[in-house]
C-alpha cells in the first residue's frame, strides 16, 4: 500500500473561510492509505513547499495531495517540489478545493463535507497513480509563418533574426496583406505603406526566410516538433525566376480586371502585380480574365516579353517541407456590403466600405489621394461614415466589437478634411472606443478642432435619391430622426475571419471560437498558442485588432517559436492514452475519433497502437473503445470508477 | 474413486442453456460416462427435497442458468450453493440477467397490471392478481413470490465462475466440463469459457474507419457482405462484447447482440458501448444528432439487453417503485 501524504491549504482565506481545513486534514488522516496528513496557510509559499518536500523524506511518502487550488496555477509547482524530494512528478496529485468548493459555496459544513470528498476522491486516484516519465521528441527547427501580412511578416522575420528558418506562405501574389491597402495609420498619421515595405522588403531579402507568395497550405501530418506540411504554389503563368519585374506585359494586356487591391476601384490587366511596391515584384496571370485563356488568342504579353518568361503550360507546385512549428497569421476580412440588406446591400454605388476609403485616400490609389466617390468622380461636400455596420448586432450580423472601426473611421474624417477643407464629415457612432495609447487624444483632437460631427446613434436605412445618398439615422442624444443627403457614405464593416480560415483550420486541426476567430489556448495567459502544441496565432485572424496590438501577438507567437526551437528536444506528457494488446480486438473506432491521428491499425499485430508522440492525452479514443483496451494512463477506468465512488460517498 | 457429481438448474431463462448442453451432441455420452448427473429437473426425475437431503458440498459442479426473478428461484440458488463444491452461472441470465433482466426497466406492480389487466387478450373483469397464498377447499394453495426487481446470480450467492453467453455455445461448454474435470481452473471469480478480446477480433468482416450518419434497424436493410455491419449503419454490439463465439452471428450477417457479456476491463457494457457509439455519431450539430439517435427505438433495451441486472444502472427506479 501507497503512502499518502495530504496536504491542506488555506489560500489565507480564499479556501479557510469557507471549509473547515483543519477538518479536511483530520478526515484525510483517517482515509485508507493515507499517512500523514496537515493543513497550512499558503501551500505555494516557498515554506509550504519545503513542508512539503521534508515530509515526503520523513513520512517516507510514496505520493502526495495538495488539496488547493486548480491544477492550472499549482500544479506543475507542487510536481516540481515532489520531484526534489526524490518522487515521480506524477505521484503529485491536486484537490482543487478552492475554484471548485470554497469559492463557490457558502455554507462551511457542506462546504466542508464536499473537500472532504474531493480529497478522497482524489486519494482513489492517487491509489492507482503510475509512475511516469516524459516522453523525449525530436525537433525540427524550421518554422512556417501562413500568412504574409504585417502578423506573418513580423513574425517570420522575429524567427529568422533568431537565426532560424522560416517559410511564409501567402495566398496572394505578394507579401503586405491588409496593411499595404491602409493609407495613413491611427493616432500618428504615418504613412503605412512607408514604415511597411522595409518590413516587406526585409523578409523579401532575408537569407533565412523563405518566401512562397502564390502558395496555399495544402496538407499538414505530423506533431510538434515535426510537422510534415504540403505547399501548393498556384501555377502563375510566369516563370519568375526569369521575369526582371519591367512590367511591359501589364502594360500591354488588353484585358481588364477589377483589382481586388483596390476594391475594385480601378482595374488593371489579367497579368498583373497587386500595387506597384509588391514583394517579389513579380506578375501572375489570371486565368479566368486572360483572353488567351478564354479564347485561344492573344498571348500578347508573350510577344513582349524579350527575356521569354511567360509560361502558358506552368502547372500548380507541389511542395513538401518539414517544420517544428507553425505560426498562424491568416488575417481577417470585412463584411461585405452586399451582406447589409439595410445600407443599400451594395446596389447603391456611392456606399462604400472602409477599406475602399482607405484606397481613395492612398496617395498610390485610384485617385491618387483626392477624395473622389466612385460613381461619377466628384469630390463628395459631405460624407456620412457609419460605425458598427455589422458589428454588435447579435440579432443580424456579428455579435462581437471589430475594435479598429472607431479610430480609423476618426482617422478617415480627419484625412478627408485634410484634403477637401470645406467637406463636412458626419460620424454616426454607438460608443467611441479608444482604449490605446494616444487614441483619446486622437479622437478629442478631431472632435473639438476638426469640425467633424459626432451622432449617437444607429444609421437605419440608407438609398439612392438622385446623385445623393440619403442616410436616415437617430441621434439618441437629442433623441431626433436625422437625415442627411450625403455624396458620399462610408461603412465601417464588421472585421469578419477570412473564409478561407475554416478550411485551413481543418487541415492543421486547430481550433476557432464561436466567431470563426482562431481560439487561443487561454485567452489571458496563453493568447498565441493554438490548444494544440506546435501551433501558434497572431494578428486578426485571432479577432479584430489594430496594427501595433497585430505586431506584438506576431512576436510575440515568434518568441514562442524561438523558445520551442531553443530546446535540444521535446517532452510529452506521458500522461496519455496506451493500448493493452491482449485485450484490443481492432475494431477501429478509436482511430476515427482521433483528433490528432494519434492512432494506427498494426496489420501484423491486428490491435490499433498509439503514435506516443501525436497523442495530446484527450482521451476521445479511451471514450470511444468499448472493449476496455484503451486507457488512459494515471486515469484508467478503474481509477474513475473508484473516483465516482469515492465522491459519492462510498469507499 | 467416485465419479464428480454434477448438478444442472433452470431459474429464471428460456430454457436454451438447457439446450445448449444438449448441444454439445455426441460428447454427451462420455460425459455421462465420467459424472454423475444428480440433479437436473428439465432431463430427469427428481425432487427438491432430495437435494435438500444431500450432504453439504456433496455435489461437485452445479451448472445454474437463468437468473433470480422469484422467491423459488431465490431458495433453489441457495439450496444449490450450499450443496455444491463449485457454482458456476452458466448463460447470460445466471451471469448478468440477460431478458428476464429487462424487466427491471419496469416495477412489479407495472408488470403484473400490464399482463392480468391490460393486455387486449386478457379477460379479468375483477382485477384479479395472483397471489402467493390462495386458499381452496382442499387446503392453501402456495406460489412463489414474483420479486420487484430481479437479480443476477451472484446477487444472491456467491459464484465460483462464470460462462458467458445466451446461449453459451456447444464448444466453450465442453471445455468448461473438460476445465472441471481435469481439475485445470482459473482464479475463483474468473469467466470461463470465452476469450479475453472481443467480437470483431474474431469477426471476418472487414473493417475501416467508422462514422455513423443513419442506424439501420436489420429488416431495414440489406447489408453489404464483407463489410463491418456498424460501418453500415446497423447497431452491432461486437465492439464491446466478450469474444468466445466465433463471431457466430456476424459470421453470417446478423449484428452481434452482445451476449458474451462485457470484455474483461469493462464493467459496464451497454454505457461503455452507448459511449463508443456517441464518439461516432457523424454529426457535430446536436439537433441532427437527436434525429440520428431516434433511430434507436430504445436504447435501454438495446444496449442492455443482456446485461441490466449487473450494470451500473441495475434497475430502473421510479416514484412508484414500491408496490
Not at chain 2, 482464479?187 to 475501416?208: F, M, N, R, W, Y
Request: charged residues 25%.
Amino acid at each position: 500500500m501507497k503512502r499518502i501524504g495530504v496536504f491542506v491549504c488555506h489560500c489565507g482565506i480564499n479556501i479557510a473561510e469557507t471549509v473547515d481545513v483543519k477538518r479536511v486534514a483530520e478526515e484525510a488522516m483517517k482515509m485508507e492509505g493515507v499517512a500523514y496528513a496537515q493543513d497550512y496557510i499558503y501551500m505555494c509559499s516557498e515554506p509550504g513547499q519545503t513542508l512539503v518536500r521534508e515530509k515526503i523524506v520523513e513520512e517516507k511518502l510514496d505520493a502526495v495531495i495538495i488539496a488547493a487550488c486548480s491544477p492550472n496555477l499549482h500544479e506543475s509547482t507542487f510536481r516540481a517540489a515532489a520531484e526534489e524530494a526524490g518522487l515521480n512528478p506524477w505521484q503529485c496529485e491536486i484537490a482543487n478545493i478552492r475554484e471548485q468548493c470554497s469559492w463557490v459555496h457558502t455554507d462551511r459544513e457542506k462546504a466542508t463535507s464536499k473537500a472532504i470528498h474531493i480529497v478522497a476522491t482524489i486519494v482513489q486516484k492517487t491509489k492507482l497513480n503510475e509512475s511516469l516519465e516524459p516522453i523525449p521528441v525530436s525537433i525540427t527547427k524550421k518554422a512556417l509563418v501562413i500568412g504574409g501580412g504585417i502578423a506573418g511578416i513580423q513574425a517570420a522575420l522575429d524567427i529568422a533574426d533568431s537565426g532560424h528558418k522560416v517559410i511564409l506562405v501567402e495566398k496572394e501574389s505578394s507579401i503586405g496583406g491588409h496593411m499595404a491597402q491602409l493609407s495613413e495609420t491611427f493616432p500618428t498619421l504615418d504613412c503605412s505603406q512607408c514604415i511597411l515595405t522595409p518590413k516587406m522588403v526585409a523578409a523579401g531579402k532575408h537569407p533565412n526566410i523563405e518566401l512562397m507568395t502564390y502558395s496555399q497550405v495544402d496538407e499538414v501530418s505530423g506533431y510538434v516538433g515535426n510537422f510534415k506540411v504540403r505547399i501548393r504554389q498556384k501555377a502563375a503563368f510566369v516563370d519568375w525566376s526569369k521575369c526582371n519585374g519591367c512590367g511591359l506585359c501589364m502594360e500591354k494586356c488588353p484585358a481588364k480586371v477589377s483589382s481586388v487591391f483596390d476594391r475594385e476601384l480601378a482595374k488593371h490587366g489579367a497579368i498583373y502585380v497587386p500595387f506597384p511596391q509588391a514583394v517579389p515584384n513579380k506578375p501572375v496571370i489570371d486565368k479566368d480574365s486572360c483572353i488567351y485563356f478564354k479564347s485561344g488568342k492573344c498571348r500578347l504579353c508573350e510577344k513582349v516579353c524579350e527575356i521569354g518568361a511567360i509560361d502558358f503550360e506552368q502547372e500548380d507546385r507541389f511542395i513538401e517541407e518539414e517544420v517544428g512549428a507553425i505560426i498562424t497569421a491568416t488575417g481577417f476580412d470585412t463584411l461585405p456590403v452586399v451582406d447589409l440588406a439595410e445600407y443599400g446591400a451594395g446596389e447603391v454605388p456611392d456606399v462604400i466600405d472602409g477599406l475602399a476609403f482607405e484606397r481613395l485616400l492612398s496617395a498610390s490609389g485610384p485617385t491618387v489621394g483626392e477624395v473622389r466617390r466612385p460613381s461619377d468622380g466628384m469630390v463628395p461636400k459631405e460624407i456620412v461614415f457609419v460605425q458598427c455596420a455589422g458589428s454588435r448586432d447579435p440579432e443580424r450580423y456579428k455579435p462581437y466589437c471589430s475594435k479598429i472601426c472607431c479610430m480609423y473611421t476618426t482617422k478617415h474624417a480627419l484625412l478627408y478634411k485634410h484634403r477637401v477643407h470645406d467637406g463636412q464629415p458626419y460620424i454616426f457612432y454607438i460608443d467611441i472606443r479608444t482604449g490605446g495609447k494616444g487614441y483619446e487624444e486622437f479622437y478629442h483632437n478631431a472632435e473639438e478642432e476638426e469640425g467633424i460631427i459626432y451622432l449617437r446613434g444607429k444609421v437605419a436605412k440608407i438609398f439612392r435619391d438622385g446623385d445623393k445618398t440619403v442616410v436616415w439615422g437617430t441621434d439618441t442624444l437629442t433623441g431626433r430622426n436625422i437625415e442627411i443627403a450625403a455624396d458620399l457614405v462610408v461603412l465601417a464593416t464588421a472585421v469578419v475571419p477570412k473564409d478561407s480560415t475554416a478550411e485551413l483550420v481543418k487541415k492543421l486541426r486547430i481550433q476557432t471560437g464561436p466567431n470563426g476567430f482562431l481560439a487561443e489556448a487561454h485567452p489571458k495567459l496563453r493568447p498565441v498558442e493554438s490548444i494544440n502544441s506546435g501551433f501558434f496565432i497572431a494578428g486578426a485572424a485571432q479577432g479584430p485588432k489594430d496594427i501595433p496590438e497585430t505586431v506584438s501577438q506576431a512576436s510575440a507567437a515568434a518568441c514562442k517559436v524561438i523558445s520551442l526551437f531553443s530546446r535540444d528536444h521535446l517532452e510529452q506528457d506521458p500522461a496519455i492514452a496506451w493500448v493493452d494488446e491482449d485485450l484490443c480486438g481492432g475494431c477501429r473506432i478509436c482511430i476515427s475519433v482521433c483528433p490528432y491521428d494519434a492512432r494506427e491499425f498494426d496489420e501484423e499485430k491486428g490491435i490499433v497502437i498509439v503514435n506516443e508522440a501525436l497523442c495530446e492525452g484527450c482521451g476521445s479514443c479511451v471514450a470511444a473503445c468499448a472493449c476496455g483496451a484503451t486507457q488512459q494512463r494515471n486515469l484508467s477506468d478503474s481509477q474513475i470508477k473508484s473516483m465516482v465512488t469515492a465522491s459519492l460517498g462510498g469507499v | 474413486m467416485s465419479k464428480p457429481k454434477v448438478a444442472l438448474y433452470w431459474a429464471a431463462s428460456c430454457g436454451g442453456c438447457e439446450i445448449a448442453v444438449l448441444d454439445i451432441g455426441d460428447r454427451i455420452l462420455p460425459l455421462t460416462e465420467a459424472v454423475d448427473i444428480v440433479f437436473w429437473p428439465c432431463a430427469i426425475d427428481i425432487k427438491y427435497d432430495e437435494v435438500r437431503a444431500m450432504e453439504d458440498d456433496e455435489i461437485d459442479l452445479c451448472l445454474f442458468n437463468g437468473a433470480i426473478r422469484n422467491s423459488e428461484n431465490e431458495e433453489m440458488a441457495k439450496l444449490l450453493r450450499q450443496k455444491s463444491k463449485l457454482l458456476v452461472a452458466y448463460g447470460s441470465c445466471a451471469y448478468e440477467g440477460c431478458i428476464p433482466g429487462l424487466a427491471n426497466l419496469k416495477t412489479r406492480k407495472e408488470i403484473l397490471r400490464r399482463n392480468y389487466i391490460e393486455i387486449p387478450s386478457m379477460d379479468n373483469p375483477d382485477g384479479i392478481y395472483p397471489q402467493t397464498r390462495t386458499e381452496v377447499p382442499e387446503g392453501i394453495l402456495e406460489l412463489p413470490e414474483l420479486y420487484d426487481t430481479v437479480y443476477t446470480l451472484d446477487q444472491v450467492v456467491d459464484v465460483d465462475y462464470y460462462v458467458p453467453g445466451c446461449p453459451p455455445v456447444a464448444d466453450q461448454t465442453w471445455a468448461v466440463l473438460e476445465a472441471v474435470l481435469e481439475g485445470n481452473l482459473p482464479e475463483k471469480g474468473s469467466v470461463v469459457g470465452a476469450g479475453t478480446k472481443i467480437v470483431c477480433d474474431d469477426c471476418p468482416l472487414e473493417k475501416k474507419e467508422t462514422k455513423i450518419s443513419r442506424f439501420f434497424r436489420p429488416h431495414e436493410i440489406i447489408p453489404e457482405p464483407d463489410i463491418c455491419l456498424l460501418e453500415q449503419g446497423i447497431y452491432c454490439a461486437g465492439i464491446g462484447t466478450r469474444a468466445g463465439c466465433e463471431a457466430l452471428c456476424p459470421s453470417v450477417g446478423m449484428p452481434c447482440r452482445g451476449c458474451y457479456g462485457p470484455p474483461p476491463e469493462v464493467f459496464d457494457q451497454g454505457a461503455k458501448i452507448v459511449s463508443a457509439l456517441g464518439s461516432i455519431i457523424d454529426s457535430e450539430d446536436p439537433d441532427e444528432v437527436d434525429r440520428i439517435m431516434e433511430q434507436i427505438p430504445c436504447p435501454a433495451g438495446l444496449f442492455y439487453r443482456f446485461s441490466l441486472p449487473h450494470s451500473i444502472l441495475r434497475r430502473k427506479t421510479t416514484d412508484d417503485y414500491k408496490d
